[in-house]
């Protein structure tokens, strides 16, 4: 039950480090205008941060990740509902990975 | 204090929103806290260090970075490294909690500051796309926020404990929750032909940067590349109607 100085040291480094770039997001944004380019592209940032995000996963997925993938996505269009889109998404690749075996 | 819109019951409520609209993505927090912790002492962090780490710094990919560089033995510690790649790994940051600008109060902002650190993926997504839909609050950022940090704390905590003896949560199919969370949520936020090219950018970008760099820079050239190209297209057609 210790901490060496030297983790402590990195681990403190890092966490300051952290909490200095998530602030650091919300305090800029200040700084922006409210309109024109720069508020078009604050708007623009969730949907293109979700697809970036998401993207590589499904691109270097495995064909159980895609079928997966499509399953989380038609459920989610035919219910709107994001729990049984995850749950569905969630099993169809427990399933999947069972039947393929990857 | 009779009116029927009593702000402390609204903000509790608005807390309590939050950490439900976070429960399915706090099932993937949970899968991957399991795979930290067991990480977490392969590498050799006393579980003070592991506590310490998971408590402060709060940052997942940041912390799966910094057990890939860490030592057991504290002399060799590459502390500069670790720092810095965290630094590296988080950049994306940025982009998320510049979006979250609207829900704080036009002055005194530096006092806000310090909730960022409850800002994860997760309770970022939820709490845009509940903007999206004319809601989202401080509260429902710091409901799911909160939520996300016991699950990881207690999965680290948890996995550190029982080491290798836990299932993979990959068996359970439970490692796919993120991406299925997050794809859904992109779904919902889609409001028409005009977020088709700036996803297609983002998506495309991200796969590329992914096959290039290791680390979580996908998401950030990614999100720039979408994000500029969907306001430069906006920009555009404005002038052009003007």
Same mark, same amino acid.
């Given at each position: 039950?210790?901490?060496?100085?030297?983790?402590?040291?990195?681990?403190?480094?890092?966490?300051?480090?952290?909490?200095?770039?998530?602030?650091?997001?919300?305090?800029?944004?200040?700084?922006?205008?409210?309109?024109?380019?720069?508020?078009?592209?604050?708007?623009?940032?969730?949907?293109?941060?979700?697809?970036?995000?998401?993207? !590589?996963?499904?691109?270097?997925?495995?064909?159980?990740?895609?079928?997966?993938?499509?399953?989380?996505?038609?459920?989610?269009?035919?219910?709107?509902?994001?729990?049984?889109?995850?749950?569905?998404?969630?099993?169809?690749?427990?399933?999947?990975?069972?039947?393929?075996?990857? | 204090?009779?009116?029927?819109?009593?702000?402390?019951?609204?903000?509790?409520?608005?807390?309590?929103?939050?950490?439900?609209?976070?429960?399915?993505?706090?099932?993937?927090?949970?899968?991957?806290?399991?795979?930290?912790?067991?990480?977490?002492?392969?590498?050799?962090?006393?579980?003070?260090?592991?506590?310490?780490?998971?408590?402060?710094?709060?940052?997942?990919?940041?912390?799966?970075?910094?057990?890939?560089?860490?030592?057991?033995?504290?002399?060799?510690?590459?502390?500069? !490294?670790?720092?810095?790649?965290?630094?590296?790994?988080?950049?994306?940051?940025?982009?998320?909690?510049?979006?979250?600008?609207?829900?704080?109060?036009?002055?005194?902002?530096?006092?806000?500051?310090?909730?960022?650190?409850?800002?994860?993926?997760?309770?970022?997504?939820?709490?845009?796309?509940?903007?999206?839909?004319?809601?989202?609050?401080?509260?429902?950022?710091?409901?799911?926020?909160?939520?996300?940090?016991?699950?990881?704390?207690?999965?680290?905590?948890?996995?550190?404990?029982?080491?290798?003896?836990?299932?993979?949560?990959?068996?359970?199919?439970?490692?796919?929750?993120?991406?299925?969370?997050?794809?859904?949520?992109?779904?919902?936020?889609?409001?028409?032909?005009?977020?088709?090219?700036?996803?297609?950018?983002?998506?495309?970008?991200?796969?590329?940067?992914?096959?290039?760099?290791?680390?979580?820079?996908?998401?950030?050239?990614?999100?720039?590349?979408?994000?500029?190209?969907?306001?430069?297209?906006?920009?555009?057609?404005?002038?052009?109607?003007?």
């Amino acid at each position: 039950m210790f901490a060496s100085p030297e983790a402590l040291t990195a681990i403190i480094g890092m966490a300051l480090v952290t909490i200095a770039i998530k602030a650091s997001g919300l305090l800029l944004a200040d700084r922006l205008p409210t309109q024109g380019f720069a508020a078009a592209w604050l708007r623009h940032i969730p949907g293109a941060v979700l697809a970036a995000l998401v993207a !590589p996963a499904i691109a270097t997925g495995s064909p159980a990740e895609l079928v997966a993938a499509l399953a989380t996505g038609l459920v989610f269009i035919a219910t709107r509902n994001l729990f049984a889109a995850m749950a569905s998404g969630v099993f169809a690749v427990y399933l999947m990975r069972l039947w393929l075996g990857a | 204090m009779t009116q029927a819109a009593n702000p402390f019951d609204s903000r509790r409520d608005q807390f309590l929103a939050g950490a439900r609209a976070c429960l399915p993505v706090a099932i993937s927090v949970a899968a991957y806290g399991l795979v930290w912790g067991v990480l977490a002492r392969g590498a050799g962090l006393t579980l003070t260090e592991a506590v310490l780490m998971s408590g402060l710094v709060f940052a997942g990919s940041a912390q799966f970075v910094a057990l890939d560089l860490w030592t057991a033995t504290p002399a060799t510690l590459p502390i500069g !490294p670790i720092v810095i790649s965290a630094l590296i790994v988080n950049l994306r940051y940025l982009l998320l909690t510049a979006t979250l600008r609207p829900l704080y109060p036009k002055k005194g902002l530096w006092r806000s500051a310090l909730s960022m650190y409850l800002v994860t993926d997760e309770n970022w997504a939820m709490t845009v796309a509940a903007m999206q839909r004319g809601g989202g609050s401080v509260a429902f950022l710091m409901g799911g926020g909160v939520l996300a940090w016991i699950s990881w704390m207690s999965t680290n905590l948890i996995g550190y404990g029982l080491g290798s003896a836990i299932d993979d949560p990959a068996r359970w199919g439970l490692d796919f929750a993120f991406t299925a969370t997050f794809l859904a949520l992109l779904l919902g936020m889609w409001k028409g032909r005009s977020d088709l090219v700036p996803w297609l950018v983002a998506a495309l970008a991200a796969i590329l940067t992914s096959r290039l760099l290791d680390g979580s820079w996908h998401i950030l050239v990614g999100g720039l590349a979408g994000s500029l190209v969907g306001a430069a297209l906006e920009t555009r057609k404005h002038v052009r109607q003007s």
